[in-house]
T-cell receptor, first 112, second 114 residues
């Protein structure tokens, strides 16, 4: 079953614009992570936000978490062509579960 | 450090054939995972291991077996391949449990079953 669901499924913007992707999940979590996947490559971890945190920054990335709405958003500011990739959220689902559950991803295209 | 490596990178099998995918990590991680990625399905966990000599089932374990004889290696076996197992397979590892740890992914193995 899908725990995290990203929205939109695809996003195309111009270089320099900001990109916002959303993730919704179903069960209580301990933390939520965002990963990036370039075409034909493995996933790369971007950022982890804990359930008691509301916002976190890393460079041009800003992640928010609203546990009351069971949702998170990833904002990429001043996008670059190199940001073109698929972005996945992942949650730990059930308490004590030793596995991550990934969403289907948002495919982001940055147009030059 | 090579990180997480996977062999082979590509493979084509006929229905009923068997094969083993090898995952190796040089980060001394305790946890290792096998995922499959299909279009529109995201990543689904097949099996995972919380330490040498241990394995556990994930979300979609049927048709696969795994072994973790050495801490650095995690093998995924297909005993009798089926077209439904055509997918891209990713291995990942993490230092310990997933609550605070990130997972490090290999480059993937693209498997086609005819």
């Amino acid at each position: 079953s899908q725990q995290g669901e990203e929205d939109p499924q695809a996003l195309s913007i111009q270089e320099g614009e900001n990109a916002t992707m959303n993730c919704s999940y179903k069960t209580s979590i301990n933390n939520l992570q965002w990963y990036r996947q370039n075409s034909g490559r493995g996933l790369v971890h971007l950022i982890l936000i804990r359930s008691n945190e509301r916002e976190k920054h890393s460079g041009r990335l800003r992640v928010t978490l609203d546990t009351s709405k069971k949702s998170s958003s990833l904002l990429i500011t001043a996008s670059r062509a190199a940001d073109t990739a698929s972005y996945f959220c992942a949650t730990d689902g059930e308490r004590g579960a030793q596995k991550l559950v990934f969403g289907q991803g948002t495919r982001l295209t940055i147009n030059p | 450090n090579a990180g997480v490596t996977q062999t082979p990178k590509f493979r084509v099998l006929k229905t009923g054939q068997s094969m083993t995918l090898l995952c190796a990590q040089d980060m001394n991680h305790e946890y290792m995972y096998w995922y499959r990625q299909d279009p529109g399905m995201g990543l689904r966990l097949i099996h995972y291991s919380v330490g040498e000599g241990t394995t556990a089932k994930g979300e979609v374990p049927d048709g696969y077996n795994v072994s973790r004889l050495k801490k650095q290696n995690f093998l995924l076996g297909l005993e009798s391949a089926a077209p439904s197992q055509t997918s891209v397979y990713f291995c990942a590892s993490s230092l310990s449990g997933i609550r605070t740890d990130t997972q490090y992914f290999g480059p993937g193995t693209r498997l086609t079953v005819l």
